[in-house]
């Protein structure tokens, strides 16, 4: 059976290459900088990044020198986000959860190693802690993305901790046995967490949506500030994130007789 792979179009791969090379850090680049990244030729990177540019992918930026990526990106990201169907389902029970304790509640998935947001929603204090759409944060180190964790079968969980972890702040679990031993913790409470570990002064906590066969496919998350997100107040919280996302759960075919 002949490898998937052997049926890529080299062009394609190329084109999808450069527009992976924007980012948060990187959002404008030149094309000398574009060639030296994906590894071409000047000439070549310049004519596929002007097919881009024609196709509406890729846009000029202010100086005319460097390239960003383009509206229509934005257009394809959001019909595949309509398409979701936990989004869908989640939206009226995230709404519940940001209307009873005034905090963001995001809803975010697992890709690549990290969690990706595709929703967020704001309570009304002046200082709000939140992922932004589209967003991409680490794992290690998040309440979602250590939920995500918690759950993944082992053969993918040794493979993503034998990369180094990345150390955010002081509390940031930065060891692969220390974290197993918090993986497992999150595992028998049935909820994630974050102390600090990501940002200064930020704590989060996070509770797991799965699909029809049980599995978890996206972690509802509510984070905020130490001075709000007490001791005291947590418990409750977390009781409340846990009902809405069984509640999404159940929605998506899922049954907790399939955990007993």
Request: glycine residues 6%; negative net charge.
């Amino acid at each position: 059976m002949k490898d998937p792979q052997e049926y890529n179009v080299r062009a394609v791969e190329r084109a999808l290459q450069i527009l992976k090379c924007f980012d948060d850090e990187h959002p404008e680049r030149g094309v000398s900088e574009i060639a030296q990244q994906v590894g071409l030729h000047k000439a070549t990177a310049h004519r596929i990044m002007t097919t881009l540019l024609n196709l509406g992918y890729l846009e000029r930026a202010g100086d005319e020198q460097k390239y960003r990526l383009g509206v229509y990106l934005a257009d394809l990201g959001f019909r595949v986000i309509r398409r979701m169907d936990v989004r869908r389902e989640a939206l009226p029970f995230m709404a519940q959860i940001v209307e009873r304790w005034d905090e963001t509640c995001d809803l975010g998935l697992f890709d690549q190693g990290q969690v990706f947001y595709i929703e967020v929603m704001r309570g009304s204090h002046t200082l709000t802690i939140a992922a932004a759409v589209g967003q991409r944060l680490p794992a290690h180190c998040t309440a979602s993305g250590k939920l995500f964790l918690a759950h993944l079968p082992a053969r993918e969980l040794d493979a993503l901790l034998s990369q180094p972890l990345a150390a955010y702040t002081s509390r940031t679990i930065t060891s692969p046995a220390v974290l197993r031993q918090q993986l497992e913790v999150i595992r028998q409470q049935g909820y994630g967490f974050d102390d600090e570990e990501f940002e200064v002064g930020i704590r989060a906590v996070s509770a797991p949506i799965r699909n029809h066969e049980g599995n978890v496919v996206a972690a509802m998350s509510v984070p905020g500030p130490t001075s709000r997100m007490t001791p005291d107040r947590i418990p409750d919280i977390v009781r409340s994130l846990i009902e809405a996302a069984e509640a999404v759960s159940r929605r998506l075919g899922w049954s907790s007789l399939a955990l007993s």
